[in-house]
């Protein structure tokens, strides 16, 4: 166990709606990344957060939008919902924005867009 | 950009060695790691390199030359339970910083077969 969060672990909805995945970062951890992992792509990096601050984007639509609170926890929210957002989505957490700090990844939303 | 290959997939028997190669040209360059993954669940963290030289960790080793743009992650004693996605990841400080984000290959299959 990372001691990553995330919820919810499963998620099935339509084209066009908006969900919101949620993820609590391991104690302490400060920096919070979400990545987006489907068959054809591998593990894209989407957004870094780091004590509430965005500090990195990666190739995150427009659609897509996200948030670290004050708590720590970090919100992604997907809207107008396309078949091709169907993935898993992963959120992970590191000590320190230092070199050798690796990420701990939680295990993931999967997302069904049908 | 960000360019890192490695093999899509390689098999092995029990008991064996298995060296999965990785390169990588990346516009900066702050240590490299390697995530197991197994279907469906969570990368988890094996090891990390920033300076030349083998790292030994039990079972798995792990080479990097800067130079050469080069990483090889070394299974020994191998074990049905290794079959798995083998992932390779750099750590690219953008614009001179360290951000923390890390830019992942798209994996390498492992099969053990007994």
């Known amino acids: 166990d990372s001691g990553v969060t995330q919820t919810p672990k499963h998620l099935i909805t339509a084209t066009g709606q908006r969900v919101t995945l949620r993820c609590s970062p391991r104690?302490?951890?400060?920096?919070v990344y979400w990545y987006q992992q489907s068959l054809d792509q591998g593990l894209q990096f989407l957004i870094q957060y780091y004590n509430g601050e965005e500090r990195a984007k990666g190739n995150i639509l427009e659609r897509f939008s996200a948030q670290q609170f004050p708590d720590l926890h970090s919100e992604l929210n997907l809207s107008s919902l396309e078949l091709g957002d169907s993935a898993l989505y992963f959120c992970?957490?590191?000590?320190?924005?230092?070199?050798?700090?690796?990420?701990?990844f939680g295990n993931g939303t999967r997302l069904t867009v049908t | 950009g960000q360019n890192i290959d490695q093999p899509t997939e390689m098999t092995a028997t029990e008991g064996a060695i298995v060296q999965i190669n990785c390169t990588y040209q990346t516009s900066g360059f702050n240590g490299l790691f390697w995530y197991q993954q197994h279907a469906g669940e969570a990368p988890t963290f094996l090891s990390y390199?920033?300076?030349?030289g083998l790292e030994e960790k039990g079972r798995f080793s792990s080479f990097l030359s800067r130079s050469k743009g080069y990483s090889y992650l070394l299974l020994k004693e191998l074990q049905m339970k290794d079959s798995a996605s083998y992932l390779c990841a750099v750590r690219d400080p953008d614009r001179g910083s360290t951000l923390g984000r890390l830019y992942f290959g798209r994996g390498t299959q492992l099969t053990v077969w007994p």
């Open positions: 992970a957490s590191s000590a320190r924005t230092g070199e050798g700090s690796p990420l701990h």
């Open positions: 104690s302490g951890d400060l920096s």
């Open positions: 390199n920033v300076l030349d």
